[in-house]
């Protein structure tokens, strides 16, 4: 069965590049949000087998939405996504129970071997 996947980010273009390269790879995007509050709405109605979350968005980031999900479901897998230069946030993402990180702009090769990494 295929694996259900949460896509977190506030770029279209950037939830559309991910849903893409899983699409193509046998995953299904059960979900899409565009922001942390919206992630953990979407997270709670869904219960996808991965997240794959932004770090820097509005209303609520990816790490305090990380964080309000594995509240709510220890068990959660999330998959940090950020761009260049933001260790000290990757860092507190993994303190908080995030199971990898892909930087951006994404390479597919990457994405799949995290999400292989994490849920098969």
Do not use: W
Not at 18 to 46: C, S
Not at 57 to 72: R, S, V
Not at 109 to 115: I, K, P, Q, S, Y
């Amino acid at each position: 069965m295929a694996k259900n996947v949460l896509v977190c980010d506030d770029a279209a273009f950037m939830r559309m590049m991910i849903k893409d390269i899983l699409t193509k790879n046998g995953y299904n995007v059960a979900g899409e949000a565009e922001n942390g509050a919206k992630a953990v709405e979407k997270y709670n109605e869904l219960h996808p087998d991965l997240v794959l979350m932004d770090i820097t968005m509005p209303e609520m980031d990816g790490i305090q939405a990380l964080k309000k999900i594995k509240e709510g479901d220890p068990k959660a897998i999330v998959i940090m996504c950020s761009a260049m230069g933001q260790q000290a946030m990757v860092v507190e993402a993994i303190q908080s129970g995030a199971r990898d990180f892909i930087v951006k702009p994404f390479q597919a090769d990457r994405v799949l071997e995290a999400v292989k990494k994490v849920i098969g």
